[in-house]
Each structure stands twice: as C-alpha cells, then as structure tokens.
Nanobody, 124 residues
Framework: QVQLVESGGGFVQAGGSLRLSCAAS????????MGWFRQAPGKEREFVAA????????YYADSVKGRFTISRDNAKNTVYLRMNSLKPEDTAVYYC?????????????????WGQGTQVTVSS
C-alpha cells in the first residue's frame, strides 16, 4: 500500500502561482511513477502531469505545458507540481497518484493509489 497526502492548494488570482506537494508513505517511493490529475465540478478527472521513477521523463497535458512543472524528491518521498500563470480554468481539485512501472502515464486507470485531493481556486 502507498498512502498519498496532497497539500498546497488554495485561492489565488489569475496569473498567480501555487506549488502543490504530495507526500508518500508505505512502499518504496522510487518504485513508482507519479502523476497529477484534476477534476473540476461536473467534469471528468483529467491528466495534468506525470513523472517517472527517476525524474528523467516528464509528461504534460497540452493545457498546462509551459506553465506547470512536475518534479520529485525521492529522498523526501515527495512529488511537486509548480503551477505558474494560473487561469480560472485551472480551478479544480488536484489529485496525486502513484503507478507501478509500465503502462501509460496519461490514463487514470493505470494508477494504483490516489490521494484525497487538494482544492485549487483561481479567480479572474
């Protein structure tokens, strides 16, 4: 089992920045690829960004490319999502997730463990 706890969400004005953190505990963190997804009210949960076990491969949704940066610190068992130039359409609950090796990073069905989510609200 892997337990994931997100933090860092909040309320920010358009153009502002936030950094989300996801702390993992349980099994060896470096065995897992990590992803961030988000879900806005009335919408499906969608892929935002992902990172492989070493941090050497990064994946982004087109909607956040150039604005968001995913990173991880395996010594701290933590994955981060730095969000710059935030837009009102980025408003959502953000979830981190862990997946075993193999399979696509883009699809939520590939992930084995999920956090409880953290709310991000961007005002116009």
């Amino acid at each position: 089992q892997v337990q994931l706890v997100e933090s860092g969400g909040g309320f920010v004005q358009a153009g502002g920045s936030l950094r989300l953190s996801c702390a993992a505990s349980g099994r060896t963190f470096s065995n897992y690829g990590m992803g961030w997804f988000r879900q806005a009210p009335g919408k499906e949960r969608e892929f935002v960004a992902a990172i492989n076990w070493s941090g050497g491969s990064l994946y982004y949704a087109d909607s956040v490319k150039g604005r968001f940066t995913i990173s991880r610190d395996n010594a701290k068992n933590t994955v981060y999502l730095r969000m710059n130039s935030l837009k009102p359409e980025d408003t959502a609950v953000y979830y981190c997730a862990a997946k075993s090796l193999g399979g696509s990073y883009y699809f939520k069905i590939q992930y084995d463990y999920w956090g409880q989510g953290t709310q991000v609200t961007v005002s116009s």
